[in-house]
């Protein structure tokens, strides 16, 4: 019997490992500690993990954003497990049904936003992408039944994006 790891536990688990450095960071970026700590940002030892959760709530994955002071090349972010699906990353803005919410390009983008009081949403896979059997970003927001805006943050320049 494959045992399925409970990932909540991890994300608490990483929350609680997240270093000043990492966590200046984030309030460099636009992101305060209350937002931190309500969406369970954590550090895996080499990585900013953000848990991504279902509709349901649940946590569903991790996007993982590389060491801001890693100078290798690489992807700046990754999903664990490999293999995970596009998911909405805001779903409970979404079901709160604001009178607008903005779509914007990344996780951290939302976060941003979201701490200025705005409801964001985005995909895992980039505002504008899903996989190709799934409805659209926006197909998903509009069946929610209100209209929307998009936004992409280009404020941040290289060293942040």
């Known amino acids: 019997m494959i045992q399925i790891p409970n990932l909540l536990n991890q994300a608490l ?3 609680r490992a997240l270093p000043d450095r990492i966590r200046d960071y984030l309030n460099a970026r636009g992101i305060p500690n209350p937002m931190i700590y309500m969406y369970v940002l954590g550090w895996t030892g080499s990585k900013i993990s953000i848990p991504i959760t279902n509709r349901d709530g649940e946590v569903a994955f991790f996007k993982l954003r590389k060491d801001p ?3 290798w090349d690489g992807p700046k972010m990754l999903t664990s497990p490999v293999g ?3 998911e909405l ?5 979404v079901l709160a049904k604001p009178e607008s919410i903005i779509i914007c390009e990344g996780e951290f983008d939302r976060l941003v936003l979201e701490a200025q009081g705005f409801a964001a949403v985005t995909s895992t896979a980039g505002a504008g992408t899903f996989l190709r059997d799934r409805p659209t970003l926006g197909n998903v927001v509009r069946h929610e039944g209100f209209p929307l805006r998009k936004f992409r943050t280009v404020a941040f320049g290289s060293r942040h994006s």
């Open 13 to 15: 688990g990483y929350h």
């Open 69 to 71: 002071d890693d100078p």
């Open 84 to 86: 995970a699906h596009a």
């Open 89 to 93: 990353y805001g779903w409970e803005q």
